[in-house]
């Protein structure tokens, strides 16, 4: 297993209105994620706030290429991003949910305290797969046809690979004391949106580049 320190490029808030931040997703130009009682967005370029829906947004946040998903305590939302409407809502797996992230056309849920990623059917909520992890999973996030997840205990927080069939931890990246992930998504290249919990900062972490340690 890979281990190293999280290489954090930028952070951005705290943003106005919003104590925490708890799910983050990346529609290809913003960023939203969860403050509680609404989703906001925000510009990854100037930092700007540019928008927010009134939803309820407890914890794990995804993209779909239209829709946006959010986990709500025992429930998970599709929602309009254009007019901030509940399209359509399921059962969250487990009763509840922490990361969620979209990919191969279903939904990734985060479990934290059962320590399990869940794949689901959107349209109905049915598990497709469970895969065991390790730590208390907080986010998590599809990239490269690699798996990564958030975790988040006590003073200790780091973003890790894992094998998508087995839940192996592949690779670590670290982060500093004292700085947790409640929320994970990658910008489809080198970085992950990583939700900062209580500090109310989103930031950008550096995903290790592939072949470089190869002979």
Known sequence: MNRSTAEIVREYGPFPGADSVHGVTYDGENVWFAAGDRLIAFDPA???????IEVAAHAGTAFDGQHLFQLAEDRIQKIDPKTGRVLATIPAPGGGGSGLTWAEGTLWVGQYRDRKIYQIDPQTGAILRTIESKRFVTGVTWVDGELWHGTWEGDESDLRRVDPRTGEVLERLEMPPGVGVSGLESDGGDLFFCGGGSSGKV??????????AAP
């Open 46 to 52: 100037s930092g700007k706030t540019l928008r927010s």
């Open 203 to 212: 930031r950008t972490v550096r995903r290790p580049k592939r072949g470089s």
